[in-house]
Structures are given as structure tokens and as C-alpha cells.
């Protein structure tokens, strides 16, 4: 008779729903799972909870883009109470799945998800528990008993065979609780759910920065459509004062939704593990982000789209990043707003996707998993370079919070301002000031009462982690990769870079945000070891091997990673 392992899932957002549900689906029974949820609900997480949304946010996916679960968002919106759907302004019988859901809405669905999939497990005799209202404040890994120790809420003790940490996302507070008006970040976003009458700084013009848009806008004025169906907005009476300010680096505004030919961006047309395999044999251990780029972006264009690829055929990655940011930057980023939004209305309604901007983003997921093996010099490429492209692209805004910008635009009430790299903020008590250089070359101090900054998810350091008991006894150890050409390494060194060091043979390292994971999401300590029985899914924590974490697709594609490798043993290096 076999074992049973025990094993915990830490977290209860939707990368945890995605792990219970694909061991619940696995066909074994040789497992007991225990969910610890520090809330009172499954599923939600942050972005789907009041933790990270009011009512007036929505999803920036629709349900056709949604991986599968147990039952479709399609199906689900009609069991939903009328005077719900009516609170949202939903027709059930006119919702399809190509329409995005309000994310408490959503998140509803993802709870509701969670509760079938229990049940389905008590069916098919899977063993589980959950725990709610409870906090892990500590881990600690026993190696010579082969177990784990959990620590919930400082002070119950528990054991587990396998620890899955899949704590979601983390948004620490620094200066907000310290000093008046000044916000670490927009959530949980009732905070910003009051009257101000004078102008608002807002770091960053990401998802995250319109997030706090739409809590702010519509406390100090309202939305209407007008005769020609278009969207307005007017201040209240009682806040003549009150505008917003984003401050980009590059002063751009992200791009607009539009269809996707392939919704779940299921990548069929990228390398394969054997492919990257077989690459890095003859690469000195390396993946080259050059291969990357011709194999994963370009050629899949010379199929889908022959006259765009002549175009950009004989461009490398900084030169196709340069045109593409050089038109972006040509015109003013409301008007290019604009545009995007009429191309993004006629892609849904034609069915015809924007198919570069598609494979880009399929081109950053597929980078995602085996980027530990890029080179310290293509990683650099890619934090100058490709992510800021990136991150602009495939933001995919909705249709309707492109609109709220438009229209908040258009009363003077909204607007961006090119920051640069040397930008800072200097909290104060009075008013928090933000410094930097305008496209002329001025100095500029801008003093604000109120300040939020949005600049999205951190990709925490490896010393942020929260568990100490893993960094105390060095059970973990912090992601880096190597100079290709360790000259490379001492330019950038002596450039300032802290983030390089040398290791006592004398190569050059690039330290990346997070901590070491190898292919099958496995702890990896310092001696390179793997460790079987930690695996590491909470995003913030695992930037550095992990640089683009997109949402529900990164929860899907990695939780099956992870439940085969603890089920099937599956090799560690997959690529």
C-alpha cells in the first residue's frame, strides 16, 4: 500500500484553484491536499476581491480567453441572481464569451468554480481541507526527516510532505500609512474611494494605474453617453479641481483589447522544449533571445501575415522594438489611444485579430518559462528593450476603460507626462514632490497633496521573500544568470551595475529579481540542488526566471507543470 503524500497549497487564489483542479482531475488517489486561504473564500484571490477591485473594474480577458474549469462563464452567467446581473448591467441572454465580466463578478465565478471542483473531489474520493482565515508566516524545510513545517499565524505548527507556495500577489506598504495622501499602491482600491478637490499624481499609466482611474473618477464626477453614443464625463460640483496626472517613463498610454485569433494563446507555433533543448546543446548551455525572437515572433508572421513580416524581415529585436516604439511615440498618446480603439472595435467585431501584437504576446509567453536560460547580456536586452514594448502592447485595456480615458481627456481632467529613467518621488507631509527632466531638458519639482503610485507588480528581491525560516537556512537561493562573455560581465560591472558579481571562479553574474527555480517550479538552493518537495508559485517572488507572469494563462500552463512533476516524477530540466 502506498504512502499517501501530504501536501499543502498555500494560497486559495486562481493559481491554486488551477493546482486542486488538476489534482482532482489526475485519476490518483495516493495524496491528501491541505488549502490555507487567509481569507473567507477560494478562488478570488486579490485581483477578483475587494482586496483588488470595486465594482466599476472589469477583466481585461473575456470568457472565451478564460482557461477551461468546470463549467463556462457562458454557462455560469445565467444561474447568476437577477438582481446581480442587473446590478452590473448584464443580459444574461445577450452575454457570450467574448464579452469581459466586471471582476468582482468574475471572481464570484472563480469561488463558485472552486466549490464544484471540492465537489467533484469528494466524488471521486479525493482527499482534502480547507482552512480559511489563515496566514502562513513561516516555512521550514527538514531535509533529513524529508518534510516540511508550516507555521500558520505564528504560532499553530504543521507538517507536510510537499509545500506548493502559491501566495499571490503582495502589495507592501512603505510610505502610505506614514504620510498623508501618499498611496503605495491602489489597493485595495476603496481607499481611493473619496472627494479630492485638486490634482492627482499617478506613477505609472499601466492596468494597475487605470485601476485607480476609475475608483478616483468616479468619486469627484460621473459618466454619461451623449446623443452620439459617445462616453462623457463631467466633474461634480464640489470637485472643480480635481484632475489626474500619469507620469510614464516614456509617456505612452498601454494598447486596447482587441480579438485574439488564438484565445488561449496556446503557442503551437513556438519551439518546442526539445527545440530550446537542442538549441542550448549548441549554444554553450544558453537559449539566445535572437533564436527566440526569429523562431517565436517573426517566422509565425511570414505565414499569418507575409506583408508585415517583409517589412520587419530583416530587423533584429532592438531595431523592430525601436520602429514600433518610434510610431508610438510620433503621435500624442490620446489620439494614438484613439486609433488603437477603433482598430480594436473593428478586430472584435470582424474577428480579426491584431496578429503582430498577438504573437508578441504569445512571444513573451513563450519566453517566460525557459528564460533562466537566457544569458545575464539577453536578459539585459530584454529589461531594456522588449518589456517596455511589451508591456505596452499586450496590456490589453477594455474597450470600456479606454473609453472612461477618452472621455476624461477629452474634459481636461486626464493626462501623461514623459518622465525619463531619472525620475524619483520625495515624500513629504505637505505634499509629496515628483522630480524629473521634461523632453526639453528642464528639471521639474510637480508638488501633489495626493499621490498613488501604480507602477504595477513588483518583482521582489530575493531577501523580500516572506517565509525567513527558507532564507535562514538557506534552502533557497537567489536567481542569476551568467555573462555568455564574462567581458561583458566587467563592462557592466564597472558601469555600476550592483546587480553583477563574480563567484570565486572568477565568472560573471547578473542577480535577477526573486528566487531560483528550475524548469518544474522546484526550489533550487545554492549548490544548484533541487529541492522536491518546495515548489514556488508565487509570482512576485519568482520575477527573475519568470519576467512575464500573464495572469490566468501563467496559473494554468504552470499548475500542470507542477502537479505532474509531483505525480509522474517528470524530468527537472524540461527545456
Known amino acids: 500500500m502506498k504512502i499517501k503524500k501530504h501536501i499543502a497549497i498555500l494560497g486559495g487564489g486562481p493559481s491554486s484553484l488551477f493546482i486542486f483542479k488538476r489534482f ?28 483588488g477591485a470595486n465594482d466599476e473594474h472589469v477583466t481585461n480577458v473575456s470568457g472565451n480567453e478564460i482557461p477551461d474549469l468546470v463549467t463556462s462563464l457562458n454557462k455560469w452567467i445565467k444561474s447568476v441572481p437577477r438582481d446581480t446581473v442587473d446590478k452590473y448591467h448584464i443580459d444574461p441572454e445577450k452575454f457570450n464569451d467574448y464579452k469581459v465580466l466586471p471582476r468582482l463578478l468574475f471572481g464570484q465565478y472563480l469561488t463558485e468554480q472552486f466549490k464544484l471542483l471540492q465537489r467533484k473531489a469528494s466524488e471521486k474520493g479525493v482527499e482534502y481541507e480547507i482552512f480559511y482565515n489563515n496566514c502562513v508566516t513561516d516555512i521550514i524545510d527538514r531535509p533529513d526527516e524529508e518534510k516540511v513545517t508550516v507555521i500558520i499565524n505564528d504560532n499553530q505548527v504543521l507538517e507536510f ?13 512603505k510610505n502610505e500609512d506614514k504620510i498623508k495622501g501618499y498611496y503605495d499602491s491602489p489597493y ?8 479630492i478637490n485638486h490634482p492627482v499624481a499617478i506613477k505609472g499609466s499601466s492596468l494597475t494605474a487605470i485601476d485607480a482611474i476609475r475608483t478616483l473618477s468616479r468619486h469627484n464626477g460621473h459618466y454619461h453617453r451623449n446623443e ?7 466633474l461634480h460640483n464640489d470637485s472643480p479641481d480635481f484632475k489626474m496626472v500619469m507620469h510614464s517613463r516614456n509617456g505612452l498610454l498601454p494598447a486596447v483589447r482587441f480579438h485574439l485569433e488564438d484565445p488561449h494563446l496556446s503557442k503551437n507555433q ?137 472621455a476624461l481627456h477629452n474634459a481636461g481632467v486626464l493626462e501623461i507626462i514623459a518622465v525619463g529613467d531619472d525620475s524619483y518621488v520625495e515624500p513629504a507631509d505637505e505634499a509629496t514632490v515628483y522630480h524629473y527632466t521634461d523632453t526639453k531638458g528642464k528639471p521639474i519639482k510637480s508638488s501633489y497633496k495626493t499621490f498613488v503610485d501604480s507602477t504595477g507588480q513588483q518583482h521582489f528581491a530575493y531577501d523580500d521573500f516572506p517565509f525567513k525560516g527558507l532564507i535562514k ?35 560573471y553574474y547578473l542577480q535577477v529579481p526573486g528566487i531560483a527555480i528550475n524548469d518544474n517550479f522546484e526550489a533550487v538552493d545554492s549548490y544548484g540542488a533541487l529541492n522536491e518537495r518546495i515548489y514556488i508559485m508565487a509570482v512576485p517572488y519568482i520575477g527573475g526566471y519568470n519576467p512575464d507572469y500573464s495572469g490566468l494563462d501563467f496559473g494554468e500552463a504552470a499548475s500542470d507543470i507542477i502537479v505532474k512533476s509531483i505525480l509522474n516524477h517528470e524530468p527537472a530540466t524540461r527545456y
Not at 510532505?161 to 506598504?173: A, E, F, L, M, R
Not at 482600491?189 to 473619496?194: F, G, N, Q, T, Y
Not at 542569476?480 to 553583477?500: P, S, T
Open 473 to 507: 537556512y538557506r534552502t533557497l537561493a537567489p536567481a542569476r544568470l551568467r555573462f555568455k562573455d564574462q567581458a561583458m560581465g566587467l563592462i557592466e560591472k564597472d558601469k555600476g551595475n550592483k546587480n553583477v558579481y563574480t563567484d570565486s571562479e572568477g565568472n
Open 188 to 195: 485595495p482600491p476603496a481607499k481611493l474611494a473619496h472627494k
Open 24 to 51: 482532482v482531475e489526475s485519476g490518483e488517489h495516493n495524496f491528501t491536499i491541505s488549502i490555507f486561504e487567509k481569507s473567507d473564500r477560494l478562488g478570488a484571490g486579490m485581483p477578483y476581491s475587494r482586496d
Open 270 to 406: 513556438t519551439l518546442t522544449p526539445q527545440q530550446i533543448k537542442d538549441h542550448r546543446a549548441q549554444n554553450n548551455g544558453f537559449l539566445s533571445l535572437d533564436y527566440v525572437f526569429d523562431q517565436d515572433f517573426k517566422l509565425p508572421l511570414k505565414a499569418k501575415r507575409p506583408t508585415f513580416y517583409e517589412e520587419i524581415k530583416d530587423m533584429n529585436m532592438e531595431e523592430f522594438v525601436d520602429a514600433m516604439m518610434t510610431l508610438r511615440e510620433s503621435i500624442d498618446p490620446f489620439e494614438l489611444l484613439k486609433i488603437e480603439y477603433d482598430e480594436a472595435e473593428a478586430s472584435i467585431a470582424q474577428r480579426k485579430s491584431v496578429y503582430w501584437k498577438e504573437m508578441l504576446a504569445i512571444l513573451s509567453f513563450a519566453m517566460n518559462y525557459p528564460a533562466k536560460y537566457f544569458s545575464a547580456e539577453d536578459m539585459l536586452r530584454i529589461q531594456k528593450t522588449l518589456m517596455p514594448l511589451i508591456s505596452v502592447v499586450i496590456a490589453f485595456v477594455p474597450q470600456s476603460s479606454a473609453e472612461e480615458m477618452m
Open 228 to 234: 452620439n453614443g459617445q462616453v462623457v464625463y463631467h
Open 161 to 173: 510532505d510537499i509545500v506548493i507556495i502559491s501566495t499571490g500577489h503582495n502589495w507592501p506598504k
